[in-house]
């Protein structure tokens, strides 16, 4: 790899914009990530979060989405995604180098299907090798995800799985091509605060050990503080500030400082009651008028 091919980000989007009919979801986004880089996405909901996450992934609705930017590339390479509503046309199913985390892994997961056989084909759909050492490779993986007995879940369906144990084998089917990007969209939310923790220090390691970036979609803005090197707020569909997720509480815009303020911290414990999204927008207005 040349240097100008390591200096380069990953992901680049310029100026891009998700409509559905007349409502503009995403206005202008423009940011890059770095290789391996953590970025958090954050922003009340409804504020355009996963529109962006699925308009980079490919995963927009061509009927209804009209999606637009002036740059969008993964590693160099455009990433075909402007389509236009009302025309059928392809979405990209897959993308290689990029791979998607959807907050609830049961309906990512087939029920039908044993954890194996949906590992094993995702494996071989990805790389050259025979049914038996895509077995071989798909319970390592669970291994490395850390399931306890990989044999078991691998003939296990998803519903006789906990939520943490499902979500780990997304991680694993997420991972197994080694992507360039990975974007999780509420990767924990539908996970208790413990697991939440444990399944975030496993997505670190894992997109640590490969180099892989993450994109990440939350409301928690303690998972970013404590798990990503950047941050990205949206605010009604558009970008209000991008800074180190270290140097948070150093946030200028007042959307961001409301966002801090409505996280319960064992200080805020004592006050009656917590700001909330409507009284955050209301100082906004007063501020910008
Ligand atoms: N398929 C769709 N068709 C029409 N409007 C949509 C569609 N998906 C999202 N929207 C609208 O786009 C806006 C942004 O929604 P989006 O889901 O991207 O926000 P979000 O920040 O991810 O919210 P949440 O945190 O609740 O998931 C909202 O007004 C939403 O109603």
Redesign the pocket.
């Not at 922003?43 to 962006?52: A, D, P, V």
């Given at each position: 790899m040349d240097s100008t091919t390591e200096s380069r980000p990953v992901l680049e989007v310029r100026d891009l914009s998700v409509r559905?009919?007349n409502?503009v979801?995403?206005s202008g986004a423009s940011f890059t990530i770095a290789r391996g880089q953590r970025v958090a996405v954050v922003?009340?909901?409804?504020?355009?979060?996963?529109?962006?996450a699925n308009a980079i992934a490919g995963f927009v609705?061509p009927m209804?989405?009209v999606v637009e930017s002036e740059v969008l590339s993964l590693d160099g390479s455009a990433l075909q995604r402007t389509f236009t509503a009302g025309r059928q046309e392809r979405i990209p199913r897959r993308t290689p180098g990029l791979s998607m985390v959807f907050q609830d892994a049961m309906s990512s997961l087939d029920p039908v299907w044993t954890v194996g056989s949906q590992l094993t084909a995702v494996l071989r759909s990805t790389e050259r090798c025979t049914r038996s050492e895509a077995r071989e490779r798909a319970t390592d993986l669970l291994d490395r995800v850390g399931i306890v007995d990989p044999r078991r879940v691998m003939r296990a369906r998803p519903h006789e799985l906990s939520g943490g144990m499902r979500q780990r084998v997304m991680i694993a089917i997420a991972l197994s091509g080694r992507p360039a990007l990975l974007i999780a969209d509420e990767p924990t939310s539908a996970l208790d605060a413990s697991v939440a923790v444990r399944t975030m220090k496993l997505l670190v390691e894992l997109t640590r050990t490969q180099g892989t970036a993450l994109l990440m979609?939350t409301?928690d803005i303690e998972l970013c503080r404590r798990f990503t090197d950047h941050v990205i707020v949206?605010y009604r569909?558009e970008i209000v500030e991008q800074l180190p997720s270290a140097r948070l509480d150093e946030a200028e815009h007042p959307y961001t400082q409301g966002l801090l303020q409505c996280v319960p911290t064992l200080a805020s414990a004592g006050l009656e009651q917590l700001p909330t999204f409507e009284s955050v927008r209301r100082s906004i207005e007063e501020v910008t008028g």
């Open positions: 559905y009919g409502s979801a995403v922003g009340e909901s409804g504020s355009g979060k996963t529109s962006l609705d209804s989405a979609v409301h949206m569909g």
